[in-house]
């Protein structure tokens, strides 16, 4: 005896193509969980994707479902999400990613925008003069505006063979990056370890290298700390991008980039690793200029 009963699937979809069997794409669509919702990343935009070649852990099926995990920490501009990309007919596809969402309608540190983005230039003026009001659409298009920065600074960052996250696409406000992790979890903030005497001198030696490539391109991180480094292992990962310096452009660049080695270097002095900041920025501006 048929199972047809009025009103189901079978009768409200036609038939499947030959080859393709019963599968119902419309009820499968709508038994998506709350916390679900289908990859984007071929609809959107070849500019918002990440660099090529991209790493083979980035899953680009167009039928890959994203699954919200939790959320990893939260933030002054932005809250960082783990997000979980599978295609449901290749169980080993699945990855997990971290979505940064920058908050767009109570940006709290609106007001220090100012300084970082000197000599940066809106396309819109209507933008603009929203921004200088602080109205409600100003701080949407500040949080666009620190998105789009950050989503900036890290394929550029990556295409210089920094030690940054791999960016794997940005929709509106949120960008989705690679997980750093150390032994399966998310790797922890530099300033929450304390490493032996040689793997320290070896995390500035990264540190020394990366800034170096940064002001060889004439870029500064701005907002430099042990707090915005992972220690992935013996790996140091640098993280939170949205405010990077034009080092020249800015009349604050050498004092953002001073700034940075002071964080840095107090950090590593008070660790037991004899450094100085003023050795060290002036090290960088011999790569600089």
Same mark, same amino acid.
């Given at each position: 005896? *048929?199972?047809?009963?009025?009103?189901?699937? +079978?009768?409200?979809?036609?038939?499947?193509?030959?080859?393709?069997?019963?599968?119902?794409?419309r009820v499968y669509d709508e038994r998506l969980a709350s916390n679900q919702r289908?990859?984007?990343?071929?609809?959107?935009?070849?500019?918002?994707?990440?660099?090529?070649p991209r790493p083979d852990w980035v899953v680009t099926s167009q039928g890959a479902i994203d699954t919200e995990l939790g959320i990893l920490k939260t933030g002054k501009e932005a809250d960082v999400f783990l997000i979980e990309r599978a295609d449901p007919f290749d169980p080993d596809s699945g990855v997990i990613m971290a979505a940064k969402r920058y908050r767009d309608t109570d940006h709290r540190t609106f007001h220090r925008a100012a300084s970082y983005t000197e000599g940066r230039s809106?396309?819109?003026?209507?933008?603009?003069?929203?921004?200088?009001?602080? *109205?409600?659409w100003g701080r949407l298009v500040a949080a666009g505006e620190w998105a789009i920065s950050e989503w900036g600074a890290l394929k550029r960052f990556h295409e210089l063979g920094l030690p940054v996250p791999y960016p794997v696409q940005i929709e509106g406000t949120e960008i989705l990056m690679e997980w750093i992790t150390h032994d399966g979890d998310t790797a922890p903030r530099l300033a929450q370890t304390r490493p032996a005497p040689d793997l320290l001198a070896f995390y500035y030696e990264q540190l020394r290298d990366s800034l170096a490539t940064m002001v060889q391109s004439g870029i500064?991180?701005? +907002?430099? *700390?042990?707090?915005? @480094?992972?220690?992935?292992?013996?790996?140091?990962?640098?993280?939170?991008?949205?405010?990077?310096?034009?080092?020249?452009g800015n009349p604050q660049g050498m004092?953002?980039?001073?700034?940075?080695? @002071?964080?840095?270097?107090?950090?590593?002095?008070?660790?037991?690793?004899?450094?100085?900041e003023q050795e060290l920025f002036g090290e960088l501006m011999?790569?600089?200029?």
């Open positions: 005896m *048929s199972s047809h009963t009025p009103g189901s699937a +079978d009768e409200l979809d036609p038939p499947a193509p030959a080859g393709f069997g019963t599968f119902d794409f289908w990859s984007t990343f071929l609809d959107i935009e070849p500019l918002m994707r990440g660099p090529e809106m396309k819109r003026s209507r933008d603009e003069r929203a921004l200088k009001r602080k *109205s409600t500064v991180h701005g +907002d430099l *700390s042990p707090y915005n @480094t992972l220690a992935a292992g013996e790996r140091l990962v640098i993280i939170d991008l949205p405010q990077i310096v034009d080092l020249v004092d953002f980039l001073l700034r940075d080695c @002071t964080n840095m270097c107090t950090w590593f002095r008070a660790r037991g690793l004899e450094v100085d011999a790569h600089a200029f």
